[in-house]
């Protein structure tokens, strides 16, 4: 009986700890903790003109298809160089996002808008 019991209370306590460690996926959501925006840079550009998200945390994931670059986003402390993520929580309003890592001739012009509602 002392086996029982101690085995059932050992399988409630493993399927406990695998409830609270779990992926989720859901953090992402817009009624979760946050939006994501996925950004690929590619030579001299972005792939999207402008982004847009509601005001709130805010992650920011950088893929570089062609060349190697970075961002930083004008008046916040998001700086991503190479591939990686940063996250910020952002009140409404437009943001530039610009390459930050000199990348060649079209360098000065790589930029792309973030228009937070």
Do not use: R
């Not at 930083?72 to 591939?83: N, S, Y």
């Amino acid at each position: 009986m002392k086996k029982l019991m101690l085995t059932l209370l050992f399988a409630a306590l493993v399927m406990a700890l695998a409830a609270c460690g779990g992926d989720d996926s859901s953090s992402n959501n817009a009624g979760g903790s946050g939006e994501t925006v996925d950004l690929t840079a590619s030579n001299w550009q972005f792939d999207k003109d402008t982004y847009t998200v509601p005001a709130g945390k805010v992650t920011f994931n950088l893929k570089n298809e062609d060349g190697y670059h970075g961002i930083e986003i004008e008046g916040t402390d998001v700086k991503i160089e190479g591939e990686g993520s940063d996250s910020a929580t952002l009140e409404a309003g437009e943001y530039t996002i610009k390459c930050s890592v000199p990348c060649g001739s079209g360098h000065d012009t790589m930029t792309t808008k973030l228009v937070v509602e």
